[in-house]
């Protein structure tokens, strides 16, 4: 379906809109480390978002995927990864309102560091989903409602798997069961939201088409009354449908993987990422979307810009901000990925981010 777009507009200041900023992968690579470190053994991020934060700051909603856990020293990357709690400090400071965490390396310290890993989330105030202490926080914290501007959002949260690992009860993570979803999704109707929206962690990795079983896992949530869902794990990019073939005929946006929003990965098509960006807005019998874009950034590494740190730029950022390594790399992801879009994505558009 072809339906209206919205590019760039968030309706500020109109209190029956409320906008929702979906964003991917938060990576924290050995090298991503290396470049933060100061002399002191502290960490500084302030670079990483300095050139998105805005776009950050000015949804409603902003969520983001980490991909790491806070698990204390000693701080790693891939293949078990820990983080700083600096990197959490720069979420914060970014934009960042609700963070994602059901996914395949949030057991990668173990029990202890995803324990650790909320006790985080709380002291800076984040809201979040997918990890729990223990049955009674589920109980009490799941679904995610978040409330905002007099709307009621639903956050769901799930992964595939935890690469092998096992949480140790009574920690929780939550696991793609459908027998489970289907009871979180009644439990999320019932708190009468304005809009059910399933994160899932999901896919084959470096594929840049979903997998059947997705689709048709994507299909069933929305039969049971998700509005909209949104995936990630697979490190690149995969298009997107907006869906109006329910019987509720109402426009559902399925996006199957944001992509990598920073991290230091090289291989074709997993340098960049995606933010996407869903409008609602107030009607007397439900909040409906209203417009919806997709916006792409690319991220830049030391190796290639000569720089202190790593740096998530916006698509159009201008030319004489970049060297020529810088260029060339950002051109071939944007190219690629916009050659995806135009073959696969149904009934969304690329919106452009407001310069600073």
Request: with cysteine; aromatic share 10%.
């Amino acid at each position: 379906m072809e339906m209206f777009m919205l590019p760039c507009v968030y309706a500020s200041g109109q209190n029956d809109t409320l906008s929702l900023l979906f964003i991917g992968d938060l990576m924290q690579h050995d090298a991503q480390l290396d470049a933060a470190r100061r002399s002191d053994g502290s960490f500084d991020y302030s670079a990483c978002f300095a050139e998105v934060s805005s776009e950050i700051k000015r949804a409603d909603i902003a969520v983001g995927n980490l991909e790491v856990p806070l698990g204390g020293k000693p701080y790693s990357g891939y293949p078990a990864f820990s983080a700083p709690d600096e990197w959490l400090y720069a979420m914060r400071d970014a934009g960042f309102d609700v963070m994602l965490a059901a996914n395949n390396h949030c057991l990668d310290r173990g029990t202890e560091g995803l324990v650790r890993t909320i006790e985080m989330f709380d002291s800076l105030g984040f809201d979040y989903a997918g990890v729990y202490r223990d049955s009674v926080e589920r109980v009490e914290r799941y679904p995610l409602l978040v409330e905002k501007k007099g709307f009621r959002i639903a956050f769901l949260n799930y992964t595939y798997g935890t690469n092998g690992i096992p949480v140790t009860p009574p920690a929780i993570v939550n696991r793609i069961d459908r027998e489970q979803i289907r009871r979180d999704i009644l439990s999320a109707r019932r708190m009468k939201p304005d809009a059910i929206i399933a994160c899932m962690h999901w896919g084959i990795e470096y594929e840049l088409l979903p997998e059947r079983a997705d689709r048709e896992l994507a299909e069933w949530m929305l039969s049971l009354g998700v509005d909209h869902v949104i995936g990630s794990h697979p490190h690149v990019v995969q298009p997107i449908e907006v869906v109006d073939t329910l019987s509720d005929s109402e426009p559902h946006v399925v996006v199957y993987s944001l992509g990598n929003f920073i991290s230091n990965m090289s291989r074709l098509h997993t340098d960049g990422g995606m933010m996407v960006k869903l409008l609602l807005r107030k009607t007397p019998e439900k909040a409906r979307l209203a417009g919806c874009g997709y916006s792409f950034v690319w991220t830049s590494r030391p190796v290639l810009s000569g720089k202190g740190n790593f740096i998530v730029y916006p698509s159009q950022v201008p030319l004489d901000e970049l060297n020529t390594a810088e260029k060339s790399r950002m051109d071939l992801f944007l190219t690629n990925v916009r050659k995806l879009f135009k073959r696969y994505t149904k009934g969304i558009n690329e919106y452009f981010l407001e310069r600073k």
